[in-house]
T-cell receptor, first 117, second 112 residues
Framework: EAGVVQSPRYKIIEKKQPVAFWCNPI?????LYWYLQNLGQGPELLIR????????DSQLPKDRFSAERLKGVDSTLKIQPAELGDSAVYLC???????????????FGEGSRLTVL | AQSVTQPDIHITVSEGASLELRCNYS??????LFWYVQSPGQGLQLLLK??????LVQGIKGFEAEFKRSQSSFNLRKPSVHWSDAAEYFC??????????FGAGTILRVKS
């Protein structure tokens, strides 16, 4: 079974430039998450999707961050414009429906490491 | 405030020695509890989880964790550490549905 796939793995940009990250979840997983992981800290939830619907985006800085999951499968997280403080690892995760045996476990991708210069 | 606390930022143990990583949470009801491991440059991998039932749970790679309701703790243990266990370990709780809240992590160093 293929895991959660993220790209790019690494991205270096100058401040004020835009950047986008892509995530393809595990097949059949209807819940998709984007987490932000700063150096030396645990991941923090940015946004959670149930199918195409963003059900929890309270921690997403909406002035510069946006996300979409148009067909309820893969997702894109965008930052425009990027700031120095956005340098971090952006993790995507997915989980199966509870009715299908999901138990709250999240499956993570390897992350996209962003460096803003 | 609701939180997950991992009080040890770094821990160093000798190879072959036992290991215990601490985790405390502050939520009203017993949440789902997890331990994840993250090797450098990698994503998070689930070690074990607790939902209900037996409070001692076994996980992969020889790890186990014990849920203690009275102490709101879910400490991770391993009887004999291997050099390959060096990584960062995250305790996480899911108090509300599928939302997972992580602790700050504990970095494990293994000395030979």
């Amino acid at each position: 079974e293929a895991g959660v796939v993220q790209s790019p793995r690494y991205k270096i940009i100058e401040k004020k430039q835009p950047v986008a990250f892509w995530c393809n979840p595990i097949s059949g997983h209807n819940t998709l998450y984007w987490y932000l992981q700063n150096l030396g800290q645990g991941p923090e939830l940015l946004i959670r999707y149930e199918n195409e619907e963003a059900v929890d985006d309270s921690q997403l800085p909406k002035d510069r961050f946006s996300a979409e999951r148009l067909k309820g499968v893969d997702s894109t997280l965008k930052i425009q414009p990027a700031e120095l403080g956005d340098s971090a690892v952006y993790l995507c995760a997915s989980s199966p429906p509870r009715l299908a045996g999901g138990t709250g476990e999240l499956f993570f991708g390897e992350g996209s490491r962003l460096t803003v210069l | 405030a609701q939180s997950v606390t991992q009080p040890d930022i770094h821990i160093t143990v000798s190879e072959g020695a036992s290991l215990e990583l601490r985790c405390n949470y502050s939520y009203g009801a017993t949440p789902y509890l997890f331990w994840y491991v993250q090797s450098p440059g990698q994503g998070l991998q689930l070690l074990l989880k607790y939902f209900s039932g037996d409070t001692l749970v076994q996980g992969i790679k020889g790890f186990e964790a014990e849920f203690k309701r009275s102490q709101s703790s879910f400490n991770l243990r391993k009887p004999s550490v291997h050099w390959s266990d060096a990584a960062e370990y995250f305790c996480a709780v899911a108090p509300y549905g599928n939302k997972l809240v992580f602790g700050a992590g504990t970095i494990l160093r293994v000395k030979s």
